[in-house]
């Protein structure tokens, strides 16, 4: 099985702040993966997918890089409602996700 | 339009069952697989295994064996999840989700709460 590690699990940060969530494959993933935004009680919203593709509508400060195994979302500036948790999805086999990032207010 | 529109909130109490359905629209059913993965309160997203679509064979999991049941109704392009026997500890929002192309669909999930 495909495992996924996402760090940091905890990000403390300002408005305007450049922002880089990692996640790496515990094997080769091709491009195979997605990023995803969540607020509580809420659904994941797709941000990106197949590694640097932005999803429709999504802002574009919002970028992903990363093939094979090692991954990187980054937010270029973080803006009010970018305060949620994040997590990242492998979709090469089956579907396994990363332990999510909390990005919170400094 | 490509969507999943999963049904509504549930209630109920331990040692019932459930029945989750996800209703897929927009893109071929049975050329996709289906996927389910259950998110606990204030946990992360945890993959609960796939149905193969065309074939109907299911692949659970660790941990999602036994209790749970993924089936299908390809005349109405619809996944089933059903689970019995509830637990307090199967309380969670339950998503179906499919990749028909390059990126992921998810449903918007069903809240199933267990409790006395």
């Known amino acids: 099985d495909i495992q996924m590690t996402q760090s940091p699990s905890t990000l403390s940060a300002s408005v305007g702040d450049r922002v880089t969530i990692t996640c790496r494959a515990s094997q080769s993933i091709s491009s195979w993966l997605a990023w995803y935004q969540q607020k509580p009680g809420k659904a994941p919203k797709l941000l990106i997918y197949k590694a640097s593709s932005l999803e429709s509508g999504v802002p574009s400060r919002f970028s992903g890089s990363g093939s094979g195994t090692e991954f990187t979302l980054t937010i270029s500036s973080l803006q009010p409602d970018d305060f949620a948790t994040y997590y990242c999805q492998q979709y090469n086999s089956y579907l396994t996700f990363g332990g999510g990032t909390k990005v919170e207010i400094k | 339009q490509v969507q999943l529109v999963q049904s509504g909130s549930e209630l109920k109490k331990p040692g019932a069952s459930v029945k989750v359905s996800c209703k897929a629209s927009g893109y071929t059913f049975t050329s996709y697989a289906m996927n389910w993965v259950r998110q606990a309160p204030g946990q992360g997203l945890e993959w609960m295994g796939w149905?193969?679509?065309?074939?109907?064979?299911?692949t659970y999991a660790q941990g999602f064996t036994g209790r749970f049941v993924f089936s299908l109704d390809t005349s109405v392009s619809t996944a089933y999840l059903q689970i019995s026997s509830l637990k307090a500890e199967d309380t969670a929002v339950y998503y179906c989700?499919?990749?028909?192309?390059?990126?992921?669909?998810w449903g918007q999930g069903t809240l199933v709460t267990v409790s006395s």
């Open positions: 149905i193969n679509t065309n074939t109907g064979n299911p």
């Open positions: 989700a499919s990749v028909p192309g390059w990126e992921p669909l």
